[in-house]
């Protein structure tokens, strides 16, 4: 069985070697692109971020979900009040899997499809690929390649990034009963060619100001990126001159100089000074001097600090990853262990959370309605190390939750990796500890009921009314006291007493007087 989508299959899926896309009008998509190309490739900054991101996304695997028909959806629990974390859904998915409302799917066609894309690319270089293209164009879009024949024929069996340069959706009438987009035109040396939006899966960098195209994020860094580009320019220019400024000023003693024997004498500076000097102004003068255009404070004033981190931080600030995670000077001021770990917790929530949620979006709205057996695919955030709460800080929020009586002792175990209880061996269990299984939460002990009332029972023995030793409703009062004790080793006499429904040392006589 061959694959095809439309006839063909994208090839050049890479930027040439000159960096840039192609000449195209300004202001046009292509020019845009373009210019953010550009920016890309020359700003080390810029390309730091973006690559951190772009390889970041490829990090975690995907997995898909498949609703249990006879639980509630996902829309029935909003109002149970689930707790979310700083993943966003983590807790919500942890807490569905463990009370059966849908459960995962590993071994589907679709899930396969995800993370083995096509035969050239595996699943890390493509999604990084699709990341780099929502920054670079604000869009990104996917061909999904179709077997052209077989018991397959119309299915999906391929996906390929294409240029976003080259496709562009053409917007439908809705008035007149066409659909939102009609089709997508792809356009390759000058010829065209139309795409079903089936077989488009169009990812648009999210927050967008357009309906039907996204925007780069990079388009605001732009003049950002420009001025770091002069200042590296200033500064390169500055060590070839020798430390130098723009030029020097000779002033020559005597009368009046004639402009041909001035100008000379500046073109015989500028070859004597052509590594140093850009220029060199001669005038008469009383005495001969040679004043440098030279810097007052040599590198300070040819690289201020302060424009240098303000550009920075604005960089950073735009695309959403934190100055110490790529080293940036504002970073290396606040660098440390808990400074660090915090950083990259920020770069999960602030930037790669959403930014892959807005993937899944897309992918569940075009993908999984084509394939049967499974309801949402998404990344997995579980196994990343920056959402995952520190050590210490879980245990001793578990250990604060066991004694609260939130959660069992075998829950501890379980989310504390230390797994089933032990059949063997013995445990420190602090006196201050009471343990009651879960059994027995909230219920009542199971006891014969009394024959007479506590408070009779309880009384001094009146005219008439038998010894201690012979008080059949005492005698019954005190085995319900000791089969709640063998039930609840751990439990105190005084809570026992107040289970059986006597005070403390009302029990005490008890014990002595019918004990063996």
């Known amino acids: 069985m061959g694959l095809i989508a439309n006839a063909f299959k994208p090839k050049n899926l890479v930027l040439s070697s000159s960096g840039t896309l192609g000449n195209y009008a300004v202001g046009s998509p292509q020019a845009t692109t373009q210019q953010t190309t550009r920016a890309y490739l020359d700003n080390e900054i810029i390309r730091a971020c973006v690559d951190l991101i772009a390889t970041s996304a490829a990090e975690p695997h995907i997995i898909g979900k498949r609703w249990r028909r006879e639980r509630p959806t996902r829309r029935d629990l909003s109002a149970r009040g689930i707790p979310k974390n700083q993943a966003g859904t983590m807790a919500e998915d942890s807490f569905l899997v463990r ?48 077997y052209k024949d077989g018991i397959l024929k119309g299915a999906v069996g391929e996906l390929w990034p294409l240029l976003p340069t080259q496709i562009k959706p053409v917007p439908g009438d809705m008035s007149a009963g066409e659909p939102f987009i009609k089709h997508y035109e792809r356009t390759v040396n000058g010829q065209k060619q139309e795409l079903p939006t089936t077989d488009v899966l169009h990812i648009k960098y999210s927050p967008s100001v357009g309906l039907y195209e996204g925007v780069s994020p990079l388009l605001t860094l732009l003049p ?86 303000q550009t920075e931080a604005r960089m950073a600030m735009v695309l959403g990853v934190p100055g110490a995670i790529v080293g940036l000077l504002i970073g290396y001021e606040t660098s440390s262990y ?45 196994d990343i190390k920056a959402l995952q709460e520190d050590v210490d800080a879980l245990h001793e929020r578990l250990r604060k939750d066991l004694q609260a009586s939130a959660i069992t002792l075998e829950e501890f175990r379980e989310r504390t990796g230390y797994g ?6 013995m445990f420190l269990v602090p006196s201050t500890f009471v343990v009651t299984p879960v059994e027995r939460l ?29 008080d059949e409703a005492a005698r019954t009062i005190y085995l319900q006291a000791m089969v709640l004790r ?19 040392r009302t029990l005490r006589k008890y014990r002595t007087a019918f004990e063996d």
């Open 486 to 504: 063998e039930k609840n080793p751990l439990m105190t006499w005084d809570q026992i007493a107040a289970r059986v429904g006597v005070e403390s």
């Open 442 to 470: 909230g219920e009542e002990p199971e006891l014969a009921p009394s024959p007479a009332p506590v408070a009779l029972l309880a009384a001094p023995r009146g005219p008439g009314r038998p010894s201690l030793e012979e």
């Open 224 to 309: 950002r990126a420009e001025i770091d580009h002069y200042m590296r320019t200033f500064l390169s220019t500055f060590f070839a001159r020798g430390g130098a400024g723009a030029g020097a000023s000779l002033n020559v003693k005597g009368g009046n100089m004639d402009q041909q024997t001035k100008d000379d004498l500046r073109n015989r500076f500028r070859r004597m000074f052509s590594g140093g000097q850009f220029d060199v102004l001669v005038s008469n003068a009383e005495d001969i001097t040679y004043t440098p255009f030279s810097l007052n404070r040599g590198l300070r004033d040819a690289l201020p600090s302060e424009i240098d981190k």
């Open 420 to 425: 089933l209880m032990p059949t063997a061996g």
């Open 99 to 146: 009370n059966g409302f849908y459960e995962e799917v590993t071994d589907h066609r679709l899930i396969y499809l995800l993370n083995n894309p096509n035969e050239w690319m595996g699943r890390e270089e493509f999604w990084a690929t699709v990341v780099l293209h929502l920054f670079l164009a604000g869009n990104a879009y996917i061909l999904k390649a179709r």
């Open 338 to 382: 808990a400074n660090q770990r915090q950083a990259w917790q920020v770069l999960w929530d602030v930037r790669m959370t959403p930014l892959l949620n807005s993937i899944d979006s897309a992918i569940k709205l075009s993908l999984v309605k084509e394939f049967a057996g499974i309801d949402d695919a998404c990344f997995d955030l579980s």
